[in-house]
């Protein structure tokens, strides 16, 4: 089955400075690629997404690169504020049918006034 | 629109009971996930389903089990509880339609946090 491995587990940068995760994928017929941020006691919340036939999205502040030869994709958060503090996780699509989101173990960031 | 509700949020169990959790998706969603958050194992998948259809299972005991109703409503069930059960159990709902397994967008409940004793 499909495995996502997530990397760093922890991030802590400076309020301003940029953050990246990254994730990696073991199905190449993975096709759809989200990120999820969850805040102590809450729901995850989905925040951006992208498909295999993109090589990057961008919100705001926000971007996502999908490299399908490397089987990487990245989350980019620039500009980071206090309020970006949370655990963020990726997640690749099973296409064995039905809805089937395997998880990354999640990284905490933290970001330091 | 409103969000995906679940019920209960809090539930205290001791070993070797049953517990019943209850989704409602977001209206129009006829996709439910379950998924087992704890700390050591992150997010797993537990099952979805799909117009009263488990579509996929995941890597979990018999003691799980769910259905979903006709209004898209989704229970899970664990039976005979184990301490390693306590978790956040999540829900997740997608609007797909067409039964065509195309990725579309989750969303997520609030959980429900189970505590075994």
């Known amino acids: 089955g499909e495995n996502v491995e997530q990397h760093p587990s922890t991030l802590s940068v400076q309020e301003g400075d940029s953050a990246v995760i990254k994730c990696t994928y073991s199905?190449?017929?993975?096709?759809?690629f989200p990120w999820y941020k969850q805040e102590l006691g809450k729901r995850p919340q989905l925040i951006i997404d992208?498909?295999?036939?993109?090589g990057e999205k961008k919100d705001q502040r926000i971007a996502v690169t999908l490299n399908k030869t490397a089987k990487h994709f990245s989350l980019h958060i620039t500009e980071t504020q206090p309020e970006d503090s949370a655990v963020y996780f990726c997640?690749?699509?099973?296409?064995?049918?039905?809805?089937?989101?395997?998880f990354g173990t999640g990284t905490q960031l933290k970001v330091e006034l | 629109k409103a969000g995906v509700t679940q019920t209960p949020r809090y539930l205290i169990k001791t070993r070797g009971q049953q517990v019943t959790l209850s989704c409602s998706p977001i209206?129009?969603?006829?996709?439910v996930s379950w998924y087992q958050q704890t700390p050591g194992q992150g997010l797993q998948f537990l099952f979805e389903?799909?117009?009263?259809?488990?579509?996929n299972k995941g890597n979990f005991p018999g003691r799980f089990s769910g259905r979903q109703f006709s209004n898209s409503r989704s229970e899970m069930n664990v039976s005979t509880l184990e301490l390693g059960d306590s978790a956040l159990y999540l829900c997740?709902?997608?609007?797909?339609?067409?039964?065509?397994?195309?990725?579309?967008?989750?969303?997520f409940g609030p959980g429900t946090r189970l505590t075994v004793t």
């Open positions: 997740a709902s997608s609007r797909e339609t067409s039964g065509m397994a195309v990725a579309y967008e989750q969303y």
């Open positions: 199905d190449s017929a993975s096709n759809y």
């Open positions: 992208i498909r295999s036939n993109v």
């Open positions: 997640a690749a699509y099973y296409t064995g049918g039905g809805n089937k989101l395997t």
């Open positions: 209206s129009g969603h006829r996709s």
């Open positions: 389903y799909f117009s009263e259809t488990q579509r």
